[in-house]
């Protein structure tokens, strides 16, 4: 199995790696949320450093919850900078969810100092970087595969939370 996961390891860093060797300052960026009913749509933006590696570091809808909470912990640990942003639904239903998107990743970015960022199948979002979707990144990349599991983490905590404060609305299947 160890032998699987650096294998995955070394095909989620194909873009990062000649990005780290260039010092070039990159975030990637994804969201989650963009499909359910009910909450916000979350975005993270992250800065993840060359090493260490992150093992389970993937696409947040491959791993099981517990891994994802695991690694999220690891990630926060080691990540350089860390954005999230939100939009909530009021804002969805104002200007849709494709802008609300946008503008949660514009609410990430916002803290943290890049100059490119790797977004999730998105770009045109007026960041202070360059832009570069990579679609499917977060299969693809693995900085943003680590956005996609802040962000799915976040809102699933998010969620977690609302269900408890409101029962039997299956809040956490949103």
Known sequence: MARNRQERLKELTLTDAPLWESGVVFAGMD???????????????????????IEWVDDS????????????????????YVGVGEASPSEIDSINILN????????????????????????GLGLKGRERGIVHGDALCYSIAAASIVAKVTRDREMEALDRLYPGYDFMKN
């Open 100 to 123: 609300a998107t946008k503008t949660a990743m514009r609410r990430a970015a916002n803290v943290v100092p890049a100059e490119l960022f790797l977004i999730d199948a998105l770009e």
């Open 61 to 80: 809808k491959k791993l099981s919850e517990a891994r994802r909470e695991k690694v999220f912990e690891e990630i926060m640990k080691t990540a350089l």
């Open 31 to 53: 969201e989650a949320g963009r499909g359910p009913l009910m909450g916000n749509v979350v975005a993270a933006c992250v800065v993840m450093p060359p090493s260490p590696l």
